[in-house]
């Protein structure tokens, strides 16, 4: 359904397109999308995504395609002040889905967990059943699997009858495999959520309130997960190039 869902409020960081969007106004191009015919893609790129985008073309495609841009993490948020328009607030990806899933719980919708370790998907599907009561977890599975498997597990998902479809594979894995699957999924919107059902099974603890409210998630993680220093070590070149190329242009 093309872009329909996002009038406006849409800037190019490193030339990939993010809509600056706060998170009330998220969840009414969610709620549309859930009225709309076929299938929506919402993409939340962080600055690491962003930065991979703007080197791999097939990614900077399917974000720029995608439904909805959601802006994750600090290191968007201080973009944003760069390119001279600051977003509000900072929304990530896993506070959005926590909304999503609670407004499907409302209306009784049916959501796919699909990605993650194998056991990951389904104990983070028990846990939110819990937490958002109403919610239908209609069906989960692990992100392990080989190509040619993939044809059987679009079948299982539209077999489940979940109108919304979770899909942590990392990035740009899941990005990929939605954008794949779009014409043949039958649920009405897929998002990519990266490591949020390790989170939601309680496999990763999330940032204590401290570190959120400071913008220090990634030093939270990275204590968690030291292995992620290479990938986190981009966030500063992230900034430095953003300031080269975009902050410095609108100074001209
Ligand atoms: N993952 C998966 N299949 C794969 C690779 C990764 O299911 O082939 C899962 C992994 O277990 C983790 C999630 O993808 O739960 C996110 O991975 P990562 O933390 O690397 O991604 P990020 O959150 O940084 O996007």
């Not at 649920?187 to 990519?192: C, L, M, S």
């Not at 998630?217 to 975009?246: G, N, S, T």
Request: some cysteine.
């Amino acid at each position: 359904m093309g872009n329909r869902h996002t009038d406006g409020g849409r800037v190019e960081i490193l030339g990939v397109p993010v809509d600056m969007v706060s998170s009330d106004e998220a969840m009414g191009r969610f709620a549309a999308m859930m009225g709309a015919e076929g299938c929506c893609q919402i993409v939340t790129p962080n600055s690491e995504i962003i930065w991979s985008a703007a080197k791999d073309g097939e990614l900077k495609g399917i974000i720029s395609g995608a439904d909805l841009i959601m802006p994750d993490g600090i290191g968007i948020v201080y973009a944003s002040r760069i390119i001279g328009r600051p977003l509000g607030e900072r929304v990530t990806g896993i506070d959005f889905l926590a909304k999503v899933l609670e407004w499907l719980a409302a209306g009784g919708g049916k959501a796919y967990f699909l990605g993650s370790k194998p056991g990951v998907a389904e104990k983070a599907a028990a846990n939110m059943m819990e937490k958002y009561p109403g919610l239908h977890v209609a069906g989960a599975r692990d992100g392990y699997f080989a190509e040619d498997e993939e044809e059987g597990i679009v079948a299982e998902i539209n077999g489940s009858g979940a109108d919304f479809l979770c899909v942590a594979l990392g990035s740009p894995k899941q990005e990929k495999f939605i954008s794949r699957n779009k014409g043949r999924l039958k649920v009405k919107v897929a998002i990519g959520v990266g490591g949020s059902f390790d989170v939601m099974a309680g496999v990763l603890k999330r940032a204590p309130e401290f570190y959120r409210k400071h913008g220090l998630e990634w030093l939270y993680r990275l204590k968690q997960q030291p292995y992620r220093i290479k990938r986190m070590a981009v966030l500063p070149l992230f900034l430095i190039r953003v300031l080269a190329k975009d902050g410095l242009r609108r100074r001209k």
